[in-house]
């Protein structure tokens, strides 16, 4: 961590496709969709079929970058996928895609799956935000599409993302792609994303550091921590 030239403390971090230097106080570390519904038995991401545990491995990473990240000062924004208890924010093309054992709006042990105020809903406890910490309720992939995301992060004159969560292909990918196209440099600490196909996770980091970090960098925690001080 370094000093720029009014004083503001800057980190150097150590990523690919190479080095980026950011300003504290404009980066905030954006961790995405790690609920209940996605990450535990019974929710939606074990209705489509998938091994839910292949989630939990990047939930200690995560818990350490944002304990750091509280420790710093810096914001904190979490997301959470899901709908209204009418769904009527949920397309039809979305409600009737696949096969799954159980669809959204659903009953299941937690609760109707992906309806916001349920259980399964909610984010897991090891990452619970803390008074303060804005939530962002959203109704599709990227974080970005129908919420205040971008409100919350130009009020605090944030430029740069650290974005973290869950799945790597899917909501973090989009939501690197929408923060991209806004202008924020976004970083992906890759140990703090997860996805229940492996061959996806590579391949998407493949993709946000391509072509001179098209999309952006790829890093992970140690890295960040290091540069965070």
Not at 3 to 16: F, K, M, N, V
Not at 158 to 176: R, S
Not at 202 to 215: K, N, P, S, T, V
Request: proline fraction near 6%; charge should be neutral; glycine fraction near 12%.
């Amino acid at each position: 961590m370094s000093s720029g030239p009014q004083g503001q403390a800057r980190g150097r971090i150590d990523a690919q496709p190479e080095l980026i230097e950011v300003e504290l106080a404009r980066t905030a570390l954006l961790i995405i969709d790690m609920q209940r519904d996605f990450l535990e038995p019974g929710g939606f991401g074990e209705t489509l079929g998938n091994d839910v545990s292949l989630l939990k491995r990047a939930v200690e990473p995560i818990r350490s970058l944002l304990t750091r990240a509280r420790q710093t000062g810096m914001l904190v924004v979490h997301t959470r996928e899901g709908h209204r208890a009418d769904l009527s924010d949920a397309p039809r093309a979305k409600l009737e895609r696949g096969k799954p054992s159980a669809r959204i709006g659903d009953m299941g042990p937690m609760g109707r799956i992906l309806v916001r105020g349920e259980p399964g809903h909610d984010i897991i406890p090891e990452l619970y935000p803390e008074r303060g910490e804005p939530v962002v309720d959203k109704p599709g992939k990227g974080a970005f599409y129908a919420t205040e995301l971008q409100l919350i992060l130009s009020t605090r004159g944030i430029e740069n993302l650290i974005v973290c969560g869950v799945t790597t292909e899917v909501c973090v990918h989009t939501t690197v792609r929408e923060g991209n196209d806004r202008g924020y440099r976004c970083i992906v600490p890759a140990d703090c994303c997860a996805s229940y196909f492996p061959e996806f996770h590579q391949a998407g980091l493949a993709m946000i550091r391509a072509q001179g970090g098209i999309f952006g960098w790829v890093t992970d925690s140690v890295r960040v921590l290091r540069a965070l001080g």
